[in-house]
């Protein structure tokens, strides 16, 4: 555990990127549990205020999850809308520093077989899954870069392998981020696809200088433990990992969430697309 920040914010020509899946809220938990959303919450507003990335990608995020975020994160975008047919339901949006990153486009896809259908759902998916893809561009260096945020199934391993697929068909080759509770470990068939046999590397894996113990992303609450990582942060293109880790920090002696934040500083070797 650390009281200082993991990375912070980053200055240029760094980018500082965080994933974090923040725990869908769950009612009438006993007051003092860990998952209780009142007791997170401050958590959360605590991290973020003090790491504040250029880029966050959440997954399970509703609307009392983006309002106290943006209470850390002011100022910040918020890309991506809820997964059902009609934009309810949890999401994983995109947060974006707009005083550091313009945002040229972005669109939000499901992931099956029609991607462009609104809640949609293929390969025995238990629920719609969706990804947010952002063209940013920095204000500082001018680098273009090509963000996706996803989550993928729990339940079907096919549906985690198709969905790396469809985001792997989506990547250009400028520099790229993609971020994401897998739901699945380094050693799966979507890891494969995304990156042993794919264009994406592993920021934890490629990172200059690690930071911290290498722990399992899903603590579930407890004290992280040296375990499978289903939260993943990958880069491609020119990107140079300069530090990345997992965030084991408990502001307040709260956790956060259930999940461990993934976090890296990157440092793009050429401008992007045009």
């Known amino acids: 555990m650390h009281d200082a920040p993991l990375l912070g914010p980053a200055e240029a020509p760094d980018l500082a990127v965080m994933t974090l899946n923040v725990r869908r809220i769950v009612p009438h938990l006993r007051p003092r549990h860990p998952d209780r959303w009142s007791r997170r919450r401050p958590a959360l507003t605590a991290l973020l205020e003090q790491e504040r990335p250029s880029v966050l990608g959440l997954q399970e995020a509703q609307p009392a999850h983006l309002r106290a975020a943006l209470e850390a994160l002011d100022g910040y975008a918020v890309l991506g809308t809820g997964r059902s047919r009609r934009g309810g339901d949890e999401a994983n949006p995109i947060l974006v520093d707009t005083d550091r990153l313009e945002v040229e486009r972005w669109r939000q896809l499901a992931l099956s077989t029609t991607p462009h259908r609104p809640g949609s759902r293929s390969w025995g998916a238990m629920f719609p899954r969706i990804l947010v893809e952002a063209r940013l561009r920095d204000r500082i260096t001018g680098v273009r870069w090509q963000v996706v945020n996803t989550h993928l199934d729990h339940v079907s391993p096919l549906a985690r392998r198709r969905s790396a697929a469809l985001i792997r068909a989506l990547l250009d080759d400028g520099p790229a981020v993609v971020t994401g509770d897998a739901n699945a470990g380094t050693g799966s068939p979507a890891y494969r ?17 690690p930071i911290g113990t290498r722990w399992g992303t899903r603590p579930a609450y407890r004290r992280p433990t040296r375990g499978r ?5 990958l880069v491609g293109g020119g990107v140079v990992v300069r530090e990345a880790g997992m965030n084991d920090a408990k502001p307040g002696g709260r956790w956060p969430s259930d999940h461990l934040p993934v976090q890296a500083l990157l440092r793009a070797t050429d401008g992007g697309g045009s």
Do not use: F, K, S, Y
């Open 193 to 209: 696809t995304l990156v042993t046999r794919g264009p994406l590397r592993d920021a934890v894996v490629e990172a200059q200088h």
């Open 229 to 233: 990582r289903i939260d993943w942060l």
